[in-house]
Nanobody, 123 residues
Framework: QVQLVESGGGLVQAGGSLRLSCAAS????????MGWYRQAPGKQRELVGN??????DYKDSVKGRFTISRENAKNTFYLQMNSLKPEDTAVYYC??????????????????WGQGTQVTVSS
């Protein structure tokens, strides 16, 4: 199985910065794509940004402020958030599309979620 563990959330004033991390562990043969999502109270979960081998994409409202990066050797990826705004307040979730194994040692692709981390931006 694969586990994603998130860290780095917290309280910050508007204009400040936070860096979220997502560490993947388990029977991982590859990470094909990774992304960050967020969910504010009373709202649906939305895509913040994702990265594949060929491209990186961001939600329009975070372009120029948020950056996704990865450290392949550690199976870890990050969300650097700068110039934070109160409307960025949400629980942030990481997601990874990975190559892993199932019984019989068959290699398959599966998607996994982190547990979520709270980001609160004050005015």
């Amino acid at each position: 199985q694969v586990q994603l563990v998130e860290s780095g959330g917290g309280l910050v004033q508007a204009g400040g910065s936070l860096r979220l991390s997502c560490a993947a562990s388990g029977s991982i043969f590859s990470i094909n794509a990774m992304g960050w999502y967020r969910q504010a109270p009373g709202k649906q979960r939305e895509l913040v940004g994702n990265i594949t081998s060929s491209s990186t994409d961001y939600k329009d409202s975070v372009k120029g402020r948020f950056t996704i990066s990865r450290e392949n050797a550690k199976n870890t990826f990050y969300l650097q958030m700068n110039s934070l705004k109160p409307e960025d307040t949400a629980v942030y979730y990481c997601n990874a599309d990975v190559g892993t194994t199932v019984p019989g040692a068959m290699l398959v692709r599966r998607s996994y979620w982190g547990q979520g981390t709270q980001v609160t931006v004050s005015s």
